[in-house]
C-alpha cells in the first residue's frame, strides 16, 4: 500500500492504531501535478484526452491519473449562496456564463410564474425532490427557498453537466431512466422530467419509465412532466391507466397525482 500511495502521489496525514491492532490511516491527494512531474517512473501514467470521457458510465477503469487543471486550484468555489447563482468555470466543461444565466433565469421564471400559480402541487407539504434531466440544476437553485433538498440527476446520452451541479453547491448523480434508480420505492414527493422522454423512446419504452416513476413517488404525491404535446398525449392515459389524477397545464405540463390504489385493490364505487 506504501509503493501503490507514493506512486500516486498521495501525502499520509493521520497514521494510527488501537489496542486491538486496527490501523487507520487518512490520505491527502496533491492540489497540482508537481508530483506527478517529478516522480522517477511515470506509473501510473497521467491521463490524456485520448484516455477516454470523464463519463463514468459503462465505462472500463482507466490505469491513469487524470492530472488537475492549471486553473483548477485557482478557481475555487465561491462561498454559499453566491456560489448558487454565479457560474465558476469548470475544467474540461463546456458550459459558459451566458448558458448558465439563461438557465438559471428561465427556471426562475417558471417556478414564480408557473409552478406557483398553476399547478395542484402543494411545495409547503414536498420534503424533497427529484430533477429527473436536471441540466445545469437552474431547477433546483430556483427552489432554495423552499424547505426542501432537490436530487439532480444527469442522464446519459445528456451533456456531462454535473460538475457544475456540484460547482453550485448541489447534490447529483448520473443514470440511465432505461434502468432503475438506486433508491427505495416510494422515497421521493416530487418527480420532474423536462424535455427528456423524446430521446429514451429509441431505446426503451416509455410504460418502463413511467413504472419507475411510480415506484420511486410516494402515495398523494406530484409527478410533474414538461414535454411536447405529442409526448404529454402519450404519457397521459399511462399514469390514468395507474389510477393517477392527470391535469395539463399551459400545453406544455402534465401534472399527474399519486394515489393509494395498487394492483389488486378493490374499487370504490
Known amino acids: 500500500m506504501v509503493t501503490l500511495t507514493k506512486s500516486i502521489c498521495w501525502r499520509t496525514v493521520v497514521k494510527s492504531q488501537d489496542i486491538n491492532g486496527i490501523g487507520v490511516v487518512i490520505y491527502q491527494k496533491p492540489a497540482s501535478n508537481s508530483c506527478y ?43 454559499w449562496p453566491e456560489r448558487l447563482v454565479k457560474y465558476t468555470r469548470i475544467p474540461y466543461d463546456s458550459a459558459t456564463t451566458e448558458k448558465f444565466d439563461a438557465d438559471t433565469k428561465y427556471w426562475k421564471q417558471v417556478i414564480s410564474d408557473v409552478h406557483s400559480n398553476d399547478f395542484p402541487v402543494n411545495l409547503s ?18 427552489l ?18 454535473l460538475p457544475v451541479i456540484f460547482s453550485r453547491g448541489l447534490i447529483g448523480v448520473y443514470h440511465d431512466w432505461c434502468e432503475s434508480f438506486n433508491t427505495y420505492p416510494r422515497t421521493y414527493d416530487v418527480l420532474h422530467m423536462s424535455d ?21 413517488l410516494r402515495p398523494d404525491r406530484w409527478f410533474v412532466l414538461k414535454d411536447t404535446m405529442d409526448m404529454i398525449k402519450k404519457m397521459r392515459p399511462v399514469f390514468r391507466s395507474l389510477h393517477y389524477e392527470t391535469v395539463v397545464v399551459k400545453r406544455q405540463y402534465l401534472v399527474a397525482t399519486k394515489s393509494f390504489w395498487r394492483p389488486g385493490a378493490s374499487r370504490s364505487g
Open 196 to 216: 427528456l422522454l423524446g430521446s429514451h423512446t429509441k431505446r426503451c419504452d416509455i410504460l418502463d419509465v413511467a413504472a419507475e416513476v411510480d415506484r420511486i
Open 37 to 79: 512531474l517529478e516522480r522517477k517512473t511515470s506509473e501510473p501514467h497521467l491521463c490524456s484526452e485520448k484516455d477516454g470521457s470523464r463519463f463514468p458510465w459503462y465505462a472500463s477503469l482507466d490505469s491513469c491519473i487524470l492530472p488537475t487543471a492549471s486553473d483548477e486550484t485557482k478557481n475555487s468555489p465561491l462561498l
Open 144 to 161: 432554495v427557498d423552499q424547505p426542501l433538498w432537490v436530487m439532480n440527476v444527469v442522464p446519459i446520452g445528456q451533456s456531462d453537466t
Open 125 to 142: 407539504s414536498v420534503r424533497n425532490v427529484m430533477d429527473m434531466n436536471a441540466g445545469y440544476g437552474g431547477f433546483a437553485a430556483a
